[in-house]
């Protein structure tokens, strides 16, 4: 009996986080900079240059990027940093 309540549990929180990330996300956090825009998304913090529409248009659709590039423990509080390419990353850890 235990067993059957823990799995349907497990299965609930499964599917919540995988629907959070699905919808359209809007931009703009606290942890926005200068020339960058980010949003915060199940614990992990997304940065984008300002002026990438492709990119922002695309994340806000979907919640994800074809393509990416992460560092892991980077961002504030240790979350993983999520971007269209590492050097987006790395301008932003630079940005003050």
């Not at 986080?17 to 900079?33: E, I, M, N, R």
């Not at 020339?35 to 940065?47: C, D």
């Not at 695309?58 to 504030?76: D, N, V, Y």
Request: aromatic share 8%.
């Amino acid at each position: 009996m235990q067993r059957t309540w823990l799995a349907s549990l497990c299965g609930a929180v499964l599917f919540t986080s995988v629907a959070v990330a699905s919808g359209p996300v809007s931009l703009g956090s606290p942890h926005d900079k200068p020339g960058f825009v980010t949003a915060v998304v199940e614990g992990r913090l997304w940065v984008f240059k300002a002026d990438d529409a492709k990119n922002i248009e695309e994340f806000r659709q979907s919640g994800e990027l074809g393509k990416m590039a992460s560092r892991i423990a980077a961002g504030p509080n240790r979350m993983t940093i999520r971007a269209p390419d590492m050097e987006t990353i790395e301008r932003y850890l630079e940005a003050r």
